[in-house]
T-cell receptor, first 114, second 111 residues
Framework: DADVTQTPRNRITKTGKRIMLECSQTKGHDRMYWYRQDPGLGLRLIYYSFDVKDINKGEISDGYSVSRQAQAKFSLSLESAIPNQTALYFC?????????????FGPGTRLTVL | GEDVEQSLFLSVREGDSSVINCTYTDSSSTYLYWYKQEPGAGLQLLTYIFSNMDMKQDQRLTVLLNKKDKHLSLRIADTQTGDSAIYFCAESIVGTYKYIFGTGTRLKVLA
């Protein structure tokens, strides 16, 4: 079984709709992240959380919100989706160890906003 | 500011070696990572190297780090069609959460 899972894997929605993307992990990691990937731009950080009570904005948080329901669950919401939020979204987890903080990624959610 | 740069495309013949290059700008102590993304999949961690190392080898993969030039490379020996993917270089600063990703290099292996 995958250590980091994301649901749904694909979603098509319309402008103005509210969308929630979910991430679950069985790695026991405290830290969780949401990224979006756009062609030619690499991955950009939307939000991150170091534990259940800690939520922080990344470089492109406008238009997004998150909820850390439990250590293992971190969800990303688009309150009112717009077409330029069409992208591939990745959840990642990590745990700090010996100065590194290696991140492990889920399979991604492909979101299309019409 | 921090930046990580990669070329966008690389094409090699099956059985040849592939070399994917990356440059980074931050001179703080860092870890540097290589991830592989196959079509429709997430990012798979391939290997990483700390900035006080020059080289790391793991089976067909060799990572070389030139600290003076802030240049990182990933060499794949005996490249196979299954190696076709996008390869991302990423930098993290020791003591922080922050990862800086490159744009990814799409490797195409020709049979």
């Amino acid at each position: 079984d995958a250590d980091v899972t994301q649901t749904p894997r694909n979603r098509i929605t319309k402008t103005g709709k509210r969308i929630m993307l979910e991430c679950s992990q069985t790695k026991g990691h405290d830290r969780m992240y949401w990224y979006r990937q756009d062609p030619g731009l690499g991955l950009r950080l939307i939000y991150y959380s170091f534990d259940v009570k800690d939520i922080n904005k990344g470089e492109i948080s406008d238009g997004y919100s998150v909820s850390r329901q439990a250590q293992a669950k971190f969800s990303l919401s688009l309150e009112s989706a717009i077409p330029n939020q069409t992208a591939l979204y990745f959840c990642a987890t990590s745990v700090a160890s010996r100065g590194t903080d290696t991140q492990y990624f889920g399979p991604g959610t492909r979101l299309t906003v019409l | 500011g921090e930046d990580v740069e990669q070329s966008l495309f690389l094409s090699v013949r099956e059985g040849d070696s592939s070399v994917i290059n990356c440059t980074y700008t931050d001179s703080s102590s860092t870890y540097l990572y290589w991830y592989k993304q196959e079509p429709g999949a997430g990012l798979q961690l391939l290997t990483y190297i700390f900035s006080n190392m020059d080289m790391k080898q793991d089976q067909r993969l060799t990572v070389l780090l030139n600290k003076k030039d802030k240049h990182l490379s990933l060499r794949i020996a005996d490249t196979q069609t299954g190696d076709s993917a996008i390869y991302f270089c990423a930098e993290s600063i020791v003591g922080t959460y922050k990862y800086i990703f490159g744009t990814g290099t799409r490797l195409k292996v020709l049979a």
